[in-house]
């Protein structure tokens, strides 16, 4: 078993891959965390690759996998967040999404009714998350900004 003075020692780990979660920027606080959580459950579910191993402490009890690499959150207009929604189609990149009707949904069968509901150049995102290639999902969130 490693100890923590031995991957001290490794060199940086570096990802070519990036994922990143871009969120309108006029809602709530609890909007944004509920959004942000939401999206990266789909990508944690359907793309095992992104997900690191299993952690545990000193004492031996053991935590769930968590995503072996940071997830960057940005923030753009309902504008911007349409034009990376075409563009990560464009290029078959994972994604997940989240539109204003789910705010009104209680539960997943409803959730999936209400995307389901509505055509893709009518749908009204709030957000929207993307994993794949670090210079594709750089051009899908183009124009978004960090989130503060």
Not at 14 to 43: C, H, P, Y
Not at 117 to 130: E, F
């Given at each position: 078993?490693?100890?923590?003075?031995?991957?001290?020692?490794?060199?940086p780990?570096?990802?070519?891959?990036?994922?990143?979660?871009?969120?309108?920027?006029?809602?709530?606080?609890?909007?944004?965390?509920?959004?942000?959580?939401?999206?990266?459950?789909?990508?944690?579910?359907?793309?095992?690759?992104?997900?690191?191993?299993?952690?545990?402490?000193?004492?031996?009890?053991?935590?769930?996998?968590?995503?072996?690499?940071?997830?960057?959150?940005?923030?753009?207009?309902?504008?911007?967040?349409r034009?990376?929604?075409?563009?990560?189609?464009?290029?078959?990149?994972?994604?997940?999404?989240?539109?204003?009707?789910?705010?009104t949904?209680?539960?997943?069968?409803?959730?999936?009714a209400?995307?389901?509901?509505?055509?893709?150049?009518?749908?009204?995102?709030?957000?929207?998350?993307?994993?794949?290639?670090?210079?594709?999902?750089?051009?899908?969130?183009?124009?978004?900004?960090?989130?503060?």
């Open positions: 078993m490693s100890t923590a003075d031995d991957l001290h020692d490794l060199p780990v570096r990802f070519d891959t990036k994922i990143a979660v871009l969120l309108r920027d006029d809602l709530e606080t609890w909007q944004r965390l509920n959004v942000t959580a939401f999206l990266v459950s789909g990508l944690g579910t359907e793309l095992p690759e992104v997900m690191g191993e299993p952690y545990a402490d000193a004492d031996q009890v053991a935590y769930l996998r968590m995503f072996r690499q940071p997830v960057l959150v940005f923030e753009g207009t309902k504008e911007t967040l034009a990376a929604h075409t563009r990560a189609l464009s290029r078959a990149l994972p994604r997940s999404l989240f539109t204003a009707d789910l705010f949904t209680g539960n997943d069968r409803d959730n999936r209400a995307v389901r509901a509505v055509g893709t150049a009518d749908l009204d995102l709030v957000g929207l998350a993307v994993y794949g290639p670090r210079n594709a999902v750089d051009k899908v969130v183009k124009g978004a900004r960090m989130h503060p």
